[in-house]
């Protein structure tokens, strides 16, 4: 016997047969009876002035969030930015020093400068060496440090992206069959960006980000973090992954295949335990800031803080002292601070060894882009303005996407936002590096929101109490970055599969907070069983689930696009898309009632049930209740 929820979105399919029907249980029922009819005729009586005043609430609430004024000036709103966030906090957020800001700056650095040295390997496989692992080193050393001093909203954390990264090896593609050198054609393509993200804080086109709604950003979030998650485990398009270890094919046995006493069965066995491992000691030595244990509160703050670089450091001794006769893979640093690509001639053409592995090198590559180097084809500086339309599309959809979800009301940030502030500054900064012909960066999703939960001060229900704002920690982390670039031997003792374990956590840790991921684990859960939300007790399970059906299409789409270089650069535009979609798709499918419940902010919810005569002294918090009047309502 069960309760169909298709026509009483508040009832559950449990019977709960034993829970006592009692006079107070049964006295719920009736009052919740009430408020459903009362909702009932007063959707059904909503006017177009109620409507109205719903698109009113959510412009101005969006528009107070992104710092936007109507009708301002062009340019006003890179000024009002500046005033808000870096003109009025930048002495408090340079000052407040504690132990916090050590402990966060260590994590992150291990997490920046990991992706940086990955990513650097796999832009030079790309761009035929043209960049390379120092490059990406020192964008992301400068990029950073410049970002924490001048940057409007410093919990951000600019770093190299995979739709950047296949972006860059489709301009490569590109530049050899216009030929022409590809760091000359990419200097164009990023001016032509950096004057796109010049007009585009110019004329405040960052107010169409609030078209981004919840359904865009948790789609993209979830794919940052779904690839964080999977590159960790094993990638089924690139060998990426501990699971590839398990191949004894995989490139990191090529160096040990001599030796007798080599197995790759071991080294597979051990990779797996360092990164499930450095993933599980961190999350358990995160959860200890509730514990009971450790003395004091302050002794376990601190263990909270430190936990994923105590991690780190323990299970890279564990694998150079308890189990150094295996070999685990290392990352492959570069011997020297230099440009990647070692010119074979003075004309710099070509790359040594692979392309003149008979003669010496020439030297390395000049840091500055010779933006004259054309082949004869003076057109190209104006044809690049096309690509770099799709560039401009996702850097400004992956910048803006990031800021929404860092800024959103629950994370109780006090410090004001700078959206076209802080375009102005990333459009300079992709401007710098296309003239030395290093990797553009943007807003990294997943290190960003791992950069707030970090700062932040949750309660026992994991909700945001406040967040520390500072600057310091972003400053620190990228001056360590650059410390590193003279200290290279020293970061490849850390064994990969402990910086795995790092991603893998990262990529966990930022699953908690993404309402999209909640309603995919209730395709699995029994409905009586859901979460009590505003989407589950004023939506119908069918119409949330078909709601999270479609979040999930465009998320497989937006994954495998990326996945495949070839049709890589559509990624700009099927993310873009999903804001159309939403905007003009989704309400023919769902009612207004019900992408309040599943899209709107928790003001505009708020309201609603205030108009709709609910009020939150009715929700049923108490799982005993709640389970009387499942009971009820399936024998009333």
Not at 314 to 332: P, Q
Not at 518 to 533: A, N, Y
Request: charged share 20%.
């Amino acid at each position: 016997m069960g309760s169909d929820k298709e026509n009483n979105a508040t009832s559950k399919e449990d019977n709960h047969a034993d829970h006592d029907a009692s006079p107070d249980a049964l006295n719920k029922v009736v009052k919740h009876r009430n408020h459903e009819k009362q909702s009932t005729s007063t959707t059904l009586g909503l006017d177009m002035s109620m409507h109205q005043d719903y698109d009113d609430d959510f412009q101005d609430d969006d528009e107070k969030n992104h710092g936007h004024v109507r009708n301002q000036s062009w340019g006003r709103g890179i000024v009002d930015d500046y005033k808000q966030t870096i003109g009025t906090h930048w002495k408090a957020e340079m000052i407040n020093f504690n132990f916090k800001t050590i402990a966060v700056s260590f994590f992150l650095f291990f997490a920046a400068v990991a992706p940086a040295i990955t990513f650097g390997a796999i832009y030079a496989k790309v761009t035929h060496n043209w960049i390379g692992a120092i490059e990406m080193i020192a964008a992301t050393a400068w990029c950073g440090i410049f970002y924490a001093l001048f940057g409007g909203m410093p919990i951000m954390i600019n770093g190299g992206t995979g739709p950047v990264l296949a972006f860059a090896g489709v301009l490569y593609k590109l530049s050899k069959s216009l030929d022409v050198p590809f760091l000359t054609f990419n200097a164009w393509v990023g001016l032509w960006v950096t004057l796109y993200m010049f007009i585009a804080a110019f004329f405040d086109l960052n107010k169409f980000m609030k078209y981004a709604t919840r359904f865009t950003d948790e789609v993209f979030a979830l794919l940052i973090s779904a690839i964080f998650i999977i590159d960790a485990l094993g990638s089924p398009f690139s060998p990426v992954g501990v699971y590839h270890y398990f191949a004894e094919s995989h490139k990191s046995h090529d160096n040990y295949e001599m030796e007798e006493d080599y197995s790759y069965v071991a080294t597979a066995l051990l990779s797996l335990v360092l990164t499930l491992g450095t993933t599980g000691v961190a999350f358990k030595l995160r959860s200890f800031k509730f514990s009971p244990f450790c003395c004091n509160s302050g002794i376990r703050s601190s263990i909270t803080d430190f936990a994923v670089t105590a991690a780190i450091l323990l299970f890279s001794v564990l694998d150079k002292v308890i189990f150094k006769g295996v070999k685990t893979e290392t990352l492959n640093v570069p011997d020297s601070f230099s440009p990647s690509f070692n010119c074979c001639t003075a004309s710099c053409e070509s790359f040594f060894p692979d392309d003149c592995p008979e003669v010496e090198p020439f030297g390395r590559r000049p840091w500055v882009v010779d933006l004259s180097d054309l082949n004869g084809k003076n057109w190209v500086p104006l044809m690049a303005a096309l690509p770099a339309i799709l560039a401009f599309i996702l850097v400004f959809l992956d910048d803006g996407i990031t800021w929404h979800l860092i800024n959103h009301k629950s994370h109780k940030l006090k410090h004001g936002v700078a959206y076209n502030y802080d375009t102005l500054v990333i459009g300079l900064m992709i401007g710098v590096n296309s003239m030395l012909g290093l990797p553009w960066l943007v807003a990294a999703t997943v290190r960003s929101l791992n950069h707030l939960h970090a700062l932040g001060k949750k309660n026992k229900l994991g909700k945001f109490v406040r967040v520390q704002e500072t600057r310091l920690t972003n400053f620190i982390v990228h001056a360590l970055v650059l410390a590193s670039i003279f200290a290279l031997p020293v970061i490849k003792l850390i064994p990969v599969p402990v910086l795995y374990g790092v991603f893998l956590f990262m990529g966990i840790a930022s699953l908690g907070t993404n309402q999209f991921w909640g309603r995919v684990t209730m395709f699995f859960m029994q409905s009586s069983k859901h979460p009590i939300e505003p989407y589950t007790e004023h939506v119908k399970t069918s119409r949330m689930h078909l709601y999270t059906c479609i979040q999930l299409i465009l998320f497989l789409i937006l994954y495998f696009v990326k996945s495949f270089k070839t049709i890589s650069i559509a990624f700009p535009i099927i993310i873009a898309a999903c804001i159309p979609i939403r905007v003009y798709v989704l309400p023919k499918i769902f009612s207004e009632e019900e992408l309040i419940m599943l899209d709107a902010e928790d003001s505009a919810i708020e309201q609603w049930k205030v108009q709709n005569g609910y009020s939150n002294n009715d929700k049923v918090d108490n799982k005993e209740d709640k389970g009387s009047i499942e009971l009820l309502e399936t024998t009333l």
